[in-house]
């Protein structure tokens, strides 16, 4: 009972006071769930049946997007969970579960469950190429299923489409490279969530880093008996950041020392970590933030004629004619001009303040700009989370709903139950929305300074470079505001 | 110096958010307004209804394709637009703010996200946004001021 005070009142520390770091793996029931073998594979089985359900429903159930469980579960239910709960508090807890790369996996360990102790695995091991180790084609394929997503997140059949291309490619790629490139290098949803585990309150870490040097086996890397290398091709004793560490645990199981921590820790912990930082993934702070405005601006707010510009294929009722290319063409200039272009220079223009405000030449302003893209990822989070409160509070009835008959056929499984649709709170949203903004606001600002001090250590340099980004941030919000509430 | 001058700002931009929110002008509404709403997949023309707290505002529906919703969050209204009707709605704006108008009717594949809004005004100001962007100004002060106190 002592024990279990001693782990509820460390777990708070960590979390709430920012007080050191706690040991999840300190609680027994974790330690022994984590290191089981059947742990990842039954999560995964419960996602792939889920998966299969939500697939064939999309290309059978009805093509009416929130009467289809395809829609409702994927794009409302599965998304609110992911950005609002598993991001922010357990890292790329996703990843764990995720079913899209199973078959692959599967396939080319040539086991479900058990490690075989002698075998060739299924695949031609083909070294990843150099050009493509970074997130380049993640930030890209985000922005072109982006891109779509009007049709993604309302037709149901899009969305089975979508989530069977996601099935097979990982197949093909492991056959060739083997391992998780295409988690690693590949998906969509890697990159972000990558990106925002930064600000998670979880990590995997080395718990000594000069014990994992000196240990000549690395069975992190190299598997043993009790479980694989690393499947997403990282050296788990070196781990100072969580972008890339899609938390399947074999490190847990293989290292000989239980060297390896799963830590609750304050939120943002790794947007400190110099380590592994690249334009690559400034841009992709740079499309996140800008994607979250333009899909509160597109999806939720009164324009009628940028709804009309993302909806490339409609007819009515639920028809197919392609009639908005004209107006699609400059949707896309939109989302991709200011993605990729506009943010960043609007960005650089105030980095380069920040450097001319310093008054210290010696930092290259390329070293500059990729360090304090970094401060944007609070703001970028809570800003999806912003985006995500109205998804269910307003559509938490279509769930219901789809339970009860998910396919959106009227097999109404409790026949006669039926739940009206309900908005939930709907007038306090935009507070609810505003609040959350704040938080990331506060939290981009702290980390600002901590970058610019990292940069300009000495006198008060730091707080003059530190300046012109929060009136960058405090813009960026007010945009942000003004589509919430103005 | 500076410090101390982030953290009086900080006080000072609370303190106007606060007024802000509780002052209580007289409204300079209280008259009768008629706002002709067309429903289509999937807005509402026009978009944004921008009223005076205080206004009676009198909503006449009409959809140019299918049947339509036309609800307001916070606000307890929820009709439905039927084509080739006109449906008439009257609406006391008592409560400043934005307030998003939702399709309640499922119209085709972008129905979630048929919104319109409707912005009550305080003496000509939305006085919500404004306490808003002047904490998140306040948020802004108190930050700045507090790390740079805590250093690194």
């Not at chain 1, 703001?379 to 307003?394: C, D, E, G, N």
């Not at chain 2, 972008?110 to 100001?125: A, C, Q, Y």
């Amino acid at each position: 009972m002592a024990a279990t005070r001693w782990h509820v009142r460390d777990f708070f520390s960590s979390l709430i006071l920012h007080r050191g770091k706690f040991d999840l793996l300190q609680i027994g029931i974790i330690n022994r769930l984590l290191k089981h073998r059947a742990f990842q594979y039954a999560a995964m089985m419960v996602n792939l049946f889920v998966f299969w359900v939500i697939i064939l429903s999309g290309f059978f159930g009805s093509p009416v997007g929130n009467r289809n469980i395809s829609i409702v579960f994927v794009w409302i239910l599965w998304w609110f969970a992911l950005i609002v709960l598993m991001v922010p508090l357990l890292s790329r807890i996703w990843c764990t579960m995720c079913p899209l790369p199973a078959f692959g996996e599967w396939l080319e360990r040539r086991a479900l469950v058990k490690k075989r102790s002698a075998f060739k695995y299924l695949s031609l091991r083909k070294p990843w190429p150099s050009k493509l180790n970074n997130i380049w084609l993640q930030n890209l394929g985000f922005l072109a299923i982006a891109t779509f997503s009007a049709l993604l997140v309302t037709r149901p059949v899009v969305t089975a489409i979508v989530l069977l291309i996601l099935f097979v490619v990982p197949v093909f790629l492991v056959l060739i490279y083997s391992r998780r490139v295409f988690c690693r290098f590949i998906c969509p949803v890697g990159g972000f969530l990558g990106l925002f585990s930064m600000f998670s309150a979880l990590e995997l870490r080395p718990k000594d880093k000069t014990l994992c040097r000196n240990h000549m086996t690395k069975e992190c890397v190299r598997g043993n008996d009790n479980g694989y290398g690393c499947p997403w091709i990282i050296y788990p004793g070196g781990l100072e950041r969580n972008n890339y560490c899609g938390l399947c645990f074999e490190c847990i199981k293989t290292c000989p020392y239980n060297n390896l921590a799963l830590n609750l820790r304050s939120f943002g912990g790794d947007i400190l970590a110099k380590t592994g930082r690249a334009l690559d993934e400034a841009w992709k702070s740079f499309i996140m933030l800008t994607l979250a405005g333009l899909y509160i601006l597109v999806m939720q707010g009164p324009w009628g004629v940028l709804k009309d510009w993302s909806n490339v294929f409609w007819a009515p009722p639920y028809g197919w004619a392609l009639t908005g290319v004209g107006g699609f063409l400059p949707y896309v200039g939109i989302f991709w001009g200011l993605s990729l272009a506009v943010t960043p220079s609007v960005f650089f223009l105030f980095t380069g303040a920040s450097k001319l405000a310093s008054g210290v030449r010696s930092v290259p302003l390329k070293k500059l700009f990729i360090d304090f893209s970094y401060e944007l990822i609070p703001l970028a989070l809570m800003a999806w989370i912003a985006f995500s409160i109205p998804l269910l509070l307003v559509n938490w009835s279509y769930i219901v709903n789809a339970l009860l008959d998910p396919v959106g056929l009227g097999w109404n499984v409790f026949s006669g139950l039926y739940v009206p649709w309900t908005p939930l709170i709907p007038a306090v949203i935009p507070y609810l929305q505003s609040i959350v903004l704040a938080v990331g606001l506060a939290y981009s600002i702290k980390y600002s300074y901590r970058l610019a001090k990292q940069n300009f250590p000495e006198g008060k340099a730091a707080l003059k470079a530190f300046l012109p980004q929060v009136v960058f941030l405090t813009f960026v919000s007010m945009i942000f505001l003004w589509l919430f509430m103005g | 110096m500076l410090k101390r001058q982030l953290l009086a700002g900080a006080w000072f931009t609370l303190l106007i958010v606060f007024a802000a929110l509780f002052y209580a002008p007289s409204a300079s509404g209280g008259e009768v307004v008629t706002v002709h709403i067309t429903a289509r997949q999937f807005a509402y023309e026009p978009g944004r209804v921008v009223v005076n707290q205080g206004d009676t505002v009198v909503f006449v529906l009409e959809t140019v394709d299918v049947t339509h919703g036309f609800y307001i969050d916070g606000y307890d209204v929820d009709v439905r637009i039927i084509p080739g009707e006109t449906q008439t709605v009257t609406v006391v704006a008592d409560t400043p703010g934005k307030f998003k108008i939702r399709c309640s009717e499922t119209c085709g594949a972008l129905h979630p996200f048929m919104v319109g809004e409707f912005i009550v005004l305080r003496s000509g100001v939305n006085i919500a946004f404004l306490g808003a962007a002047f904490g998140l100004v306040g948020v802004v002060l108190a930050a700045t001021a507090y790390v740079w106190r805590r250093g690194d």
